[in-house]
């Protein structure tokens, strides 16, 4: 019922035997490849399409990135490959753009799919394109009505023959490639980073925008010579800044300090002296006080002095001190044991008087024991 040797692709096959076999995608598969190492080329990134792809030499219909062009390049540069995605990806859009490529470029494009939903779907969008001419369908159920096949064939026909030369448009795609020139130098300038802070202005701006989001006040302060700041000095001055915004509760005023009552109406370098000057004292007070206040408590009997108001509340008692008079100078040359000796013996005295006081007050006068001594 079905000679094989006679159907026409086996033909083909055996007519092809040698070509067939000498390709180079072929002996790599069965694990020789210097013949495809030595035919490869590496496919251009995506960053050199721009610079390396002429504008008139685009035949792309539909809208492309920068990763489907690089695939469109390595088809249009004879490379084999395959490219992967899921659905909705751009796979059907990309082989559109790749047969239009290849087409402009005077070559035939076999598309082969395993179902024919596949091929409908890049024959309706070449359709939308009109370019549904230069299409044939020779899928099954395009070749079993004959007659829409030859009319469809003499359609290509009799487009091909209306073409005429090409319009010059050197002047518009001259245009178009300086204005593809600037676009690219403005996205490498703005991802550029420049000296001497050594940051591109998307860092900058980037900086600037998170500041934004953050509701961070803007300040208006001139810094002389930016410019010629280096990273080290701008850390510096980011250093200075954030313990200058320690201060901020103070300079809204949701906070006081000690020279918030202050009178002075200028500031000057001698007054800084001054100011300087008078610091030193004050801090030479603090630790003389630290020191005096490691004796007190010992001396005074008193509790350890810790704050400031403890010292304001022993000053009564510090000043009484003061003002006690100097003791007679004999006083301190007196033998302390001999002056122990007769006070207790004046104590002895004083107990017998009051305990023989009634007799003696019968027997002498009362004026004797008053404690007012006679001047």
């Known amino acids: 019922m079905f000679s094989y040797t006679k159907a026409a692709i086996v033909q083909d096959i055996i007519a092809n035997e040698a070509k067939i076999l000498s390709h180079p995608l072929l002996q790599a598969i069965s694990g020789d490849l210097t013949a495809y190492n030595s035919s490869f080329k590496e496919p251009l990134p995506a960053s050199a399409l721009d610079y390396q792809i002429k504008p008139e030499r685009l035949f792309q219909i539909l809208d492309a990135d920068s990763s489907q062009q690089v695939v469109i390049e390595a088809a249009k540069s004879g490379s ?7 659905p909705g990806t ?49 899928h099954h159920s395009g070749t079993t009505d004959k007659r829409a096949l030859v009319h469809n064939l003499s359609r ?103 020279w918030q009552n202050s009178k002075l109406k200028y500031y000057s370098y001698e007054l800084q002296l001054e100011i300087e000057e008078k610091l030193r ?55 302390i044991s001999l002056a122990h000796q007769t006070f207790s013996q004046l104590q002895n005295d004083v107990k017998f008087l009051e305990s023989n006081e009634p007799y003696l007050k019968h027997k002498y006068k009362s004026e004797l024991f008053s404690s007012e001594l006679p001047a």
Request: hydrophobic content about 40%.
């Open 281 to 335: 004292d004050f801090q030479e007070a603090i630790t003389e006080i630290k020191k005096i206040s490691q004796t007190f408590p010992a001396n005074l009997q008193t509790k350890h002095l810790l704050k400031l108001e403890d010292i304001e509340a022993l000053l009564p008692s510090l000043q009484h001190i003061l003002n006690v008079p100097p003791l007679p100078e004999h006083w301190t040359k007196l033998d």
């Open 90 to 138: 751009g796979k059907s859009q990309t082989i559109v753009n790749m047969m239009a490529e290849l087409i402009g470029n005077g070559k035939s494009v076999l598309l082969v799919a395993e179902k024919e939903t596949a091929l409908s779907v890049v024959y309706k969008r070449m359709a939308e394109c009109n370019l549904d001419h230069v299409c044939l369908n020779l």
């Open 156 to 258: 290509t026909i009799d487009y091909l023959a209306q073409i005429s030369v090409a319009e010059k448009n050197d002047l518009f795609f001259e245009r178009l490639a300086y204005s593809r020139q600037s676009i690219n130098s403005y996205i490498q300038s703005l991802h550029t980073k420049e000296k001497p802070l050594d940051k591109s202005p998307f860092e900058i701006f980037g900086e600037l925008l998170k500041k934004e989001r953050e509701e961070i006040p803007n300040i208006n302060i001139i810094f002389s010579n930016f410019s010629q700041w280096t990273p080290s000095r701008l850390e510096e001055a980011k250093h200075l800044l954030n313990q200058l915004a320690g201060f901020l509760e103070f300079l809204q005023g949701t906070k006081s300090t000690i």
């Open 80 to 86: 084999s490959f395959v490219v992967q995605g899921p």
